[in-house]
């Protein structure tokens, strides 16, 4: 599933933020030991026991250059049900950690990753049976009987997924997820909270802010969710963002030599790819990619340009002769952690249709606002999949202010498919003395894809002054 102010409250900014918060000797209540990989060999890992029955998995990136250390960088992948103990295992290439922009805030700060309540190692995390995605079952349903079946299916998986998890599944909204940052940070030994959240993470850290406003020097909210717009609203906001993301990357396919599909009519050759009813083989599943499926693992690739490449042979190869649908096969539906993607999705937003006929109604808007790509988006996934879902939302779309934190960056694009940028501006409303930081280039998120992004938001963690109001990377 943010991927602006005035120049007092910069300066006082700035005058309250020293540059060395805590010497790293001072995070002692974490029994952090050595878990280092191949691309992190200095990573190290913990556990923390936090409210109920959780226990939350971290990881730790320590400063290169602990003389200049300015605190602990909390981050989130996003997800939700991403790991940050898995991005940071990896060297933290899922935040960008790699490039050259992301230098100043390797050298300067431990960077934390976690498993947020119910995610990857954390414990109790949320567990579901294999039948959680059934490529049998449509999204969208033509008829009532096909209605009725979508209904019980997702009733009788999330079923399973409660019991197999427990009770705790009641407990993994983000509202409470918020309160195990405050945890984390008490242990870490740290008076203020620096973070970096993509994607849903941005609505954590937002949940956060809202919760424990004095408790924040430096929040970085990129590819932001808007927490107060009403469910049905998302959906239109991002099936119509999505379709704009597919014809970006047919307009892409007309000049680009890497392009698989330069020369043909990518839309056509896409509507075309969707077209058999019963789907594309694949060799690599043994069975056919159902269209939905297909159109989740085009939406997999499509959020991030560099993937572009890749994409377009994938279709390529999917729409031959002898065709095999491998290259888009949706792996994230089909990873054990799309058991908490549903489960806290469906706490955080919750299903949007109460019947066959307002579920029909919704259809038939997401069909006319996305004519190519309306099979999939994140939030049609998670709304249709909460239909019936037993467990009840606990923290359901509402109004949100956040009042008396340190400025925070709320980022968004304008060419964003997962995370309109609308919804950073609502969010940049919804958060006082916060500044908008706009990336007009494509993909996901503008830390994953905008050497400008990166640049401005490391010299904001680093120094906690906010670039100035209005401001957009080209």
């Avoid at 992190?40 to 226990?55: D, H, I, K, M, Y």
């Avoid at 968004?412 to 969010?427: C, F, N, Q, Y």
């Amino acid at each position: 599933m943010n991927r602006k102010t005035k120049a007092l409250a910069a300066v006082t900014a700035l005058a309250l933020l020293p540059l060395s918060v805590l010497p790293a000797s001072a995070a002692l209540r974490i029994a952090w030991k050595p878990c280092a990989t191949e691309y992190a060999p200095t990573l190290e890992c913990a556990s923390l026991r936090v409210s109920g029955p959780f226990t939350i998995a971290l990881a730790k990136l320590p400063a290169t250059d602990p003389a200049r250390r300015v605190g602990s960088l909390l981050t989130n992948p996003g997800g939700p049900g991403g790991s940050g103990v898995t991005v940071l295992k990896y060297g933290g290439r899922g935040f960008a950690l790699d490039k050259l922009e992301m230098a100043e805030a390797r050298q300067r700060f431990d960077v934390i990753g976690f498993d947020p309540r119910g995610v990857g190692a954390s414990t109790p995390a949320v567990t579901c049976g294999p039948t959680l995605h059934d490529p049998s079952i449509s999204r969208f349903p033509r008829n009532r009987a096909e209605y009725d079946r979508f209904i019980e299916h997702n009733r009788a998986s999330g079923q399973d997924c409660l019991d197999r998890t427990g009770p705790a599944m009641s407990q993994v909204d983000t509202w409470n997820a918020a309160d195990d940052i405050e945890s984390i940070r008490v242990a870490l030994g740290e008076p203020k909270v620096n973070w970096l959240g993509v994607s849903y993470g941005s609505e954590l850290g937002a949940v956060y802010a809202e919760k424990y406003p004095k408790r924040i020097r430096a929040m970085v909210l990129d590819g932001a969710i808007d927490h107060s717009v009403p469910t049905r609203k998302a959906i239109l906001d991002e099936t119509i963002a999505t379709e704009s993301a597919l014809k970006d990357f047919a307009r892409w396919c007309t000049t680009s030599a890497e392009c698989a599909l330069r020369g043909k009519d990518v839309l056509a050759t896409y509507d075309a790819l969707m077209a058999p009813p019963g789907g594309v083989p694949s060799s690599e599943l043994g069975r056919n990619v159902t269209a939905e499926e297909m159109a989740a693992g085009v939406y997999g690739s499509i959020i991030l340009p560099a993937f572009w490449p890749d994409l377009s042979k994938a279709i390529s190869i999917a729409t031959a002769e002898k065709p095999d649908a491998s290259g888009l096969v949706p792996y994230s539906q089909l990873d054990p952690s799309y058991g908490a993607y549903r489960a806290i999705g469906c706490h955080d937003f919750g299903p949007a249709f109460t019947s066959y006929a307002d579920m029909r109604v919704m259809q038939g808007l997401v069909k006319t606002l996305a004519p190519h790509s309306w099979r999939y988006s994140e939030f049609w996934d998670i709304a249709s999949g909460c239909a019936g879902w037993p467990v009840t939302p606990a923290y359901p779309p509402r109004p949100q202010k956040v009042r008396g934190a340190a400025p925070i960056l709320v980022v968004g694009g304008e060419h964003d498919p997962a995370t309109p940028l609308v919804w950073a501006k609502g969010l940049a409303r919804n958060i006082e003395n916060s500044t908008l930081l706009v990336d007009a280039g494509y993909g996901h998120t503008g830390l994953l894809n905008s050497a400008c992004v990166r640049t401005e938001e490391v010299k904001y963690l680093v120094s906690g002054v906010t670039p100035t109001s209005g401001k957009v990377c080209r």
